[in-house]
Structure formats: structure tokens, C-alpha cells
Nanobody
């Protein structure tokens, strides 16, 4: 069974950088054809896909966020990381990690990140 679990700071001040980590169990993150994504949901809004790292260590970013977003992985720990730079209160959201082949089949429970001045 595949499980994902996000971890992060919870509270961040602008214009700091927030880093979130997703620990994956039950599936190697280097499994062929798998994509591992970060998705966020601001309060009262829909889901926003932020980016992904794929099985070939290929990176994909939402164009609207790519200047501030960096995704990486640590295959020795079977986890992947999101870094979002220069945060503002508009980055307040629940951040989810997710994975799958073509679709996001597996999701973490989400981690709240609140940006306050």
C-alpha cells in the first residue's frame, strides 16, 4: 500500500522560503512512469498543481509558479521536497503531495502552511 506524508514548518513569515518534504512508503519514488507532484489548496479556492518530479528525475513546473518553485528528491530516503521562495500571505494553503502514473492516484493528508506578516 502506498502512503505519502507531508511535513513542513506550519507558520512562515514573508519573504521567507518554505520547504516541505513528502515521505513515501510502499513504492520507490524511482519507479518507472511515476510522477510525484505537489498540489496546494488556498482557503476557499480550488486545487492548484505546483509541479512534479518524474521517475527519470525530470522536473515539471506550473508556469505561474516556476520562478519561485523548486522540487527535488532524495532517493536514499525515498522522499521528495518542495521549496517555495519569497512567500506572501497569498501562499497560505494546504499543501499536498501526490503520486501516480498519468493521474494522481495517491495523496498525502496535507500540511497547512500559513504565511503571516
Amino acid at each position: 500500500q502506498v502512503h505519502l506524508k507531508e511535513s513542513g514548518p506550519g507558520l512562515v513569515k514573508p519573504p521567507q522560503t518554505v520547504s516541505l518534504t513528502c515521505a513515501v512508503t510502499g513504492k520507490s519514488i524511482t519507479t518507472a512512469n511515476f510522477y510525484w507532484s505537489w498540489v496546494r489548496q488556498p482557503p476557499g479556492k480550488g486545487l492548484e498543481w505546483m509541479g512534479a518530479i518524474s521517475w527519470g528525475n525530470t522536473l515539471h513546473y506550473n508556469p505561474s509558479l516556476m520562478m519561485r518553485t523548486s522540487i527535488s528528491w532524495d532517493t536514499s530516503k525515498n522522499q521528495f521536497t518542495l521549496q517555495l521562495d519569497t512567500v506572501t500571505p497569498e501562499d497560505t494553503a494546504v499543501y499536498y503531495c501526490a503520486g501516480g502514473i498519468g493521474a494522481l492516484d495517491y495523496w498525502g493528508q496535507g500540511a497547512q502552511v500559513t504565511v503571516f506578516a
